[in-house]
């Protein structure tokens, strides 16, 4: 069995909050009669946007977001006196504008309110947890910041298509890195607090494996590395013809014997470049179908023909191949065992531990 950890942190942060931290919020909503001028008005366009029929056509599911953007106030809500903006829902309906556009996708008044008060949802309880933070004294470094920002970039080609991709969800660098540095006190907080104090037994361990020994039969796997030339749906043809001269180049090095770990290093695209494009050991339903269809089928020491996925043109290269059977020792597992206890225990605690610090603030909101 496979306990997979977090890959991205924003990524986990993001399901955090929106997913576990959800019902935490359920305090009312100021009456009307309390709100400002500008509430008033909002008032009124969340009545317009109420009275307008579900959209029956790709072209009205569109005006139908138009309403919804145009509803909403430039403060949605407020936590101890402190405004959270609209900034948040805005992107994430113009991002649902554009699949709508894309995929000719119909969408009803309902789904667009749901969407909207999980985006607000989960900006309240960030700003909850972020408040709570800084009262635990929880500090973040600007090196900390910077380590995340250093790995979004990373999934970019270059930072000029980074920096166009942010700001299509309205945010400049700055409040990009403040939004970081929230997020890290957010998680600091559940460290702190939930994680750090929770003690996992040998024992548990233990019992665990085996309650679940069929989760720890050892998979069928090849030990294999691969070359890839990267194309990506933006490729014109002839980009992707000089993708495939330069992998059907490599291809012939490789089977005129040269090695091919340093092939990998020399003429790989992919991250295992540097390690003369090893990935260990592969496991069915780990890669994508044309991946692990051609891997499979390799014999020990064989190289695969050019293989095509949506990631570009890829040789691969068996090394050893292990048929399924027998259990993964204790030992080899013990250590994952325990941190995914450790979790499941973490998020059983997390959503009684945020509602009681939910439920002491001071929330507003104003849709």
Not at 17 to 31: E, P, T, V
Not at 75 to 100: G, M
Not at 325 to 341: H, P, R, Y
Request: glycine share 4%; with cysteine.
């Amino acid at each position: 069995m496979k306990l997979k950890s977090f890959v991205s942190v924003l990524a986990a942060i993001s399901i955090f909050l929106a997913g576990i931290f959800f019902s935490a919020c359920n305090k009312k909503s100021d009456s009307p009669s309390k709100t400002s001028a500008e509430t008033g008005k909002t008032f009124e366009a969340i009545e317009k946007f109420e009275k307008i029929g579900d959209a029956s056509s790709p072209e009205s599911t569109l005006k139908l977001i138009d309403e919804a953007l145009n509803s909403l106030p430039e403060v949605v809500a407020s936590v101890n006196d402190v405004k959270i903006t609209s900034r948040p829902i805005k992107a994430t309906l113009q991002r649902l504008k554009v699949q709508a556009s894309h995929q000719n996708q119909g969408i009803n008044k309902q789904q667009i309110k749901q969407m909207v008060n999980q985006v607000l949802e989960a900006e309240i309880q960030r700003e909850v947890m972020f408040q709570h933070g800084k009262k635990l004294k929880i500090e973040v470094l600007d090196k900390d910041v910077s380590d995340i920002l250093d790995l979004m970039k990373s999934r970019f080609n270059n930072e000029e298509e980074f920096l166009k991709e942010f700001s299509k969800s309205g945010l400049n660098l700055e409040m990009l890195k403040k939004q970081i540095s929230q997020n890290i006190v957010v998680t600091r907080v559940i460290q702190k607090e939930i994680q750090d104090k929770i003690e996992i037994s040998d024992q548990q361990t233990l019992d665990f494996y085996k309650k679940n020994e069929n989760s720890f039969k050892n998979p069928e796997s090849v030990h294999a590395a691969h070359i890839l030339i990267k194309v990506d749906n933006k490729f014109s043809d002839k980009d992707k013809e000089i993708a495939r001269k330069k992998i059907d180049d490599i291809l012939i090095k490789a089977q005129e014997g040269e090695d091919f770990a340093e092939l990998a290093k020399q003429y790989s695209e992919g991250p295992s470049a540097s390690r003369g494009g090893d990935l260990n050991n592969v496991t069915r339903n780990q890669m994508v179908k044309e991946f692990e269809d051609a891997v499979f089928k390799l014999n020990e020491g064989e190289i695969s023909d050019v293989v095509e996925t949506q990631f570009g043109f890829h040789i691969i290269k068996a090394y050893e191949k292990k048929e399924a059977g027998g259990l993964v020792q204790f030992d080899q597992v013990k250590e994952n065992i325990s941190n995914f206890l450790k979790r499941s225990e973490a998020e059983q605690r997390t959503k009684p531990y945020i509602e009681d610090i939910v439920g002491k603030a001071d929330i507003k909101r104003f849709i």
